[in-house]
């Protein structure tokens, strides 16, 4: 009897080859081969120096790049970009996240790529799109206060980046959804194709939601910790030991459940209360009031009851905390990979799934070259590292 094989995965067939590093072109390199693809990760001699950050760095390296292959080409030299310039023609796609310019300095560019290779797709993931700020060097932070996203997070007069790469991470992702379509089109026209992704076009899409509300109103719309809320029960509230929880109550019908869950029926039979528009209207010492009460009653005791009364309620998590969530734990959303050293780690899976499973972790982290021998042996120019 044959052994069971492992369902075929969208991307099977198609084989990427991926000069990244940090977090965005990772991340459209692993998006692609979580889906089947066989990604080969250029690094340069002694390893992507991302594999080494301190700090707030340590993760990226295991968070963004399972399922690839690790090859050591030096491409400052002559040999290496030969080497990769041959390789990429036995490829679908180039990734490449470097600064502007320095693809093309080294004949590895799309122009100089597809001239030989023409089914070749190309994915350039930048800081800006063409335009007056193409060669700005950006980071996410960068974009993030050019983008308009830091001033709506942070209070007024402090604007305050977003607490990961979502940038970064969004703009990888944009690249992966680019890299999908032209796969497509190249089925029709069998040409490949140049894709760029940006970081700043990336967070003003995520802007654009108060950009068309200042279009529509002709007022500029406030951060989101000053806004005025379209719903008068949405906010965190400090619960008995000093323990926070998000409360929503978005209808009149939840506001009726909350109090009574809460046991506050004076509120309910309120008629200045009795609807969503005349709470807003006295949402500040509504709050104070629903503070007073709530600060009375337990977190473990209260969320069931919210959740059994369908109220949207939240704890607030951090993100060590979420490494022994029940629901990502019983979802298969964190699974272990085994990493480059040896050992093992939980990581977090796609967001999605296919067909009743999600897309999973299939081989450990690389080691730096450890695919090298591999990949190149079957090149007619092998250039050893």
Not at 274 to 294: C, F, Q, W
């Amino acid at each position: 009897m044959s052994a069971p094989t492992e369902p075929r995965l969208p991307l099977t067939g198609v084989r990427v080859l991926e000069f990244t590093h940090m977090v965005m072109g990772p991340t459209c390199g692993m998006v692609l081969a979580d889906l089947g693809a066989e990604v080969i990760k250029v690094e340069p001699p002694g390893g992507d120096k991302t594999r080494d950050l301190p700090g707030l760095g340590i993760g990226f390296f295991r968070s963004f790049n399972r399922n690839k292959k690790s090859v050591v080409i030096d491409i400052a030299t002559e040999e290496g970009r030969a080497t990769a310039a041959e390789l990429a023609g036995t490829c679908d796609v180039v990734l490449e996240n470097f600064r502007p310019g320095l693809m093309a300095s080294f004949g590895l560019d799309y122009a100089t790529l597809s001239a030989r290779f023409p089914r070749l797709i190309y994915v350039t993931h930048k800081g800006f799109m063409p335009g007056p700020y193409e060669n700005r060097l950006a980071l996410d932070e960068v974009v993030q206060m050019m983008g308009g996203l830091s001033y709506m997070t942070g209070p007024v007069g402090r604007p305050l980046r977003a607490g990961t790469s979502v940038n970064d991470i969004m703009g990888g992702m944009f690249g992966a959804i680019g890299v999908l379509a032209a796969l497509r089109e190249r089925d029709f026209t069998g040409r490949g194709q140049e894709i760029q992704s940006a970081l700043f076009e990336n967070c003003v899409f995520l802007a654009a939601q108060h950009m068309q509300q200042y279009a529509m109103t002709g007022e500029a719309p406030p951060p989101m910790p000053s806004r005025v809320s379209a719903w008068s029960v949405y906010d965190v509230f400090t619960l008995a030991g000093g323990e926070q929880l998000f409360i929503g109550a978005v209808s009149d019908k939840q506001f009726l459940t909350l109090c009574r869950v809460i046991e506050a029926p004076e509120l309910a039979a309120d008629p200045a209360l009795a609807t969503n528009a005349l709470r807003v209207a006295v949402r500040p010492e509504l709050l104070h009031k629903l503070g007073a009460i709530l600060q009375h009653h337990r977190v473990q005791d209260l969320a069931p009851r919210l959740e059994a009364a369908g109220i949207p309620y939240a704890p607030i998590v951090r993100p060590d905390q979420l490494m022994d969530d029940p629901h990502l734990q019983a979802s298969g959303g964190l699974v272990p990979m085994q990493t480059d050293d040896g050992g093992t780690t939980d990581v977090v899976l796609l967001p999605l799934r296919m067909d009743g499973r999600r897309p999973g972790v299939r081989r450990p982290l690389p080691r730096v070259g450890e695919h090298t021998e591999e990949i190149l042996a079957g090149l007619a120019r092998h250039v050893p590292a």
